[in-house]
């Protein structure tokens, strides 16, 4: 019962943080294993977005709140803030495959994005993951994550696609060191690098 009230109270923070006047695009940073049943996860991830077109790169932060419901199935709040853009959002993973040393699962989620130039949006996003481990403490990951917005007041959909590898290093039980790097597949993508740390309670 406490896991819970944290994870339900881990969620609001990451979302009220997200609708704070400051900005953010959402990352993988995680294996294809889904949380252990019963456990929270706390996953906070310093992010640059790289710049495109001769723009700016965009340093922010990107964080997770989750949550085990079953042995292969969690539930996720997401959060990405950076200069004029912030992003929030939920997600449900479900470990599809689960053999020898491969592993292999499947998200599907909703968010929002706020952007401070007006092209607001909102939209669904799904992710394709895979997962193995060449050794006891790391596991290396490759996923395919695309997202689908629509932007407010407008006509206008876009579609933005990454190609994701990344690594997770288990410190201790508990926590987790991560890193991956976001290839952008489409011209409405930015690639992106991200690097943190995930707690388990």
């Known amino acids: 019962m406490l896991k819970t009230i944290v ?24 294996s ?41 199935f969690d539930i996720e709040a997401k959060a990405g803030i950076f200069k004029d853009l912030k992003y929030f959002g939920v997600d449900a993973e479900y470990w599809l495959f689960h053999g020898g040393n491969a592993n ?51 006509d206008q959909n876009v579609t933005r696609a990454h190609l994701v590898p990344g690594l997770e290093y288990r410190i201790s039980d508990n926590l987790d060191f991560l890193a991956e790097f976001g290839i952008a597949l489409n011209d409405n993508s930015r690639s992106y690098a991200s690097v943190g740390l995930a707690l388990y309670l």
């Open 104 to 154: 292999v699962s499947v998200a599907l989620g909703a968010h929002m994005t706020d952007s401070r130039g007006g092209a607001d949006s909102s939209g669904i996003d799904t992710s394709l993951l895979f997962s193995t481990k060449p050794a006891n403490r790391l596991e290396l990951y490759g996923g395919l994550k695309l997202a689908f917005d629509s932007v407010k007041n407008s």
């Open 32 to 72: 294809a294993e889904t949380i252990n049943q019963g456990n929270i996860k706390l996953a906070l991830f310093p992010t640059v977005l790289f710049g495109k077109n001769g723009g700016d790169s965009l340093w922010g932060v990107a964080g997770r709140a989750g949550y085990g419901l079953t042995p292969r």
């Open 7 to 30: 994870a339900i109270l881990a969620a609001t923070v990451f979302l009220v943080a997200a609708v704070a006047e400051v900005s953010a695009q959402d990352v993988l940073m995680n």
